[in-house]
T-cell receptor, first 110, second 116 residues
Framework: SQQGEEDPQALSIQEGENATMNCSYKTSINNLQWYRQNSGRGLVHLIL?????REKHSGRLRVTLDTSKKSSSLLITASRAADTASYFC??????????FGQGTILTVHP | DADVTQTPRNRITKTGKRIMLECSQTKGHDRMYWYRQDPGLGLRLIYYSFDVKDINKGEISDGYSVSRQAQAKFSLSLESAIPNQTALYFCATSVGTSGRPGETQYFGPGTRLLVL
């Protein structure tokens, strides 16, 4: 299966701290994406990193991709209570399709 | 994303009933997808459509069927609902014109389905 595996499954931090989530996958990919889901709602795209990129930034988000290790990480700096959500990585390996990991539940305490 | 709408938002049905979940989009995207999400799991692809005449099975299509009535509409049917189809169902769209695999997808708010 191409499905990504995320680590940790749950993360609890205090406001102002950084949050790091990791994603590993099994086969070659075209790109890797991170999505956010607030409780029971639809997923929202956060950032896309292509296989020939190593790092990408968007506001307080930093994503890295190591294709040799088949892994990616999402760093949220200076976390806020509003960042509380589930975060999913999704790998793009076949035309038009994404395969999602099981997600990391992030809780940021005020 | 308000550009992708799903109806109904919640549905309770009984085993053996046929139900339809509907998805509409105003984004003008060619590609549409149906996923299901179970507690503690990621999303699994049920069906996808790259244009009105192109329908493809995903990884868990058994027990489901779809219809792409127009570029903007993609419906998912459960022909004879069973309890293990209880889940949160999402519709998503993507542009389809970039020619690149794995484009960004835009999700609807979801339909919560309970099969008794």
């Amino acid at each position: 299966s191409q499905q990504g595996e995320e680590d940790p499954q749950a993360l609890s931090i205090q406001e102002g701290e950084n949050a790091t989530m990791n994603c590993s996958y099994k086969t070659s990919i075209n790109n890797l994406q991170w999505y956010r889901q607030n409780s029971g709602r639809g997923l929202v795209h956060l950032i896309l990193i292509r296989s020939n990129e190593r790092e990408k930034h968007s506001g307080r988000l930093r994503v890295t991709l190591d294709t040799s290790k088949k892994s990616s990480s999402l760093l949220i700096t200076a976390s806020r209570a509003a960042d509380t959500a589930s975060y999913f990585c999704a790998t793009a390996w076949s035309y038009g399709k994404l395969t999602f990991g099981q997600g990391t539940i992030l809780t940021v305490h005020p | 994303d308000a550009d992708v709408t799903q109806t109904p938002r919640n549905r309770i049905t009984k085993t053996g009933k046929r139900i339809m979940l509907e998805c509409s989009q105003t984004k003008g995207h060619d590609r549409m997808y149906w996923y299901r999400q179970d507690p503690g799991l990621g999303l699994r692809l049920i069906y996808y459509s790259f244009d009105v005449k192109d329908i493809n099975k995903g990884e868990i299509s058994d027990g489901y069927s779809v219809s792409r009535q127009a570029q903007a509409k993609f419906s998912l049917s459960l022909e004879s609902a069973i309890p293990n189809q209880t889940a949160l169902y999402f519709c998503a769209t993507s542009v389809g014109t970039s020619g690149r695999p794995g484009e960004t997808q835009y999700f609807g708010p979801g339909t919560r389905l309970l099969v008794l």
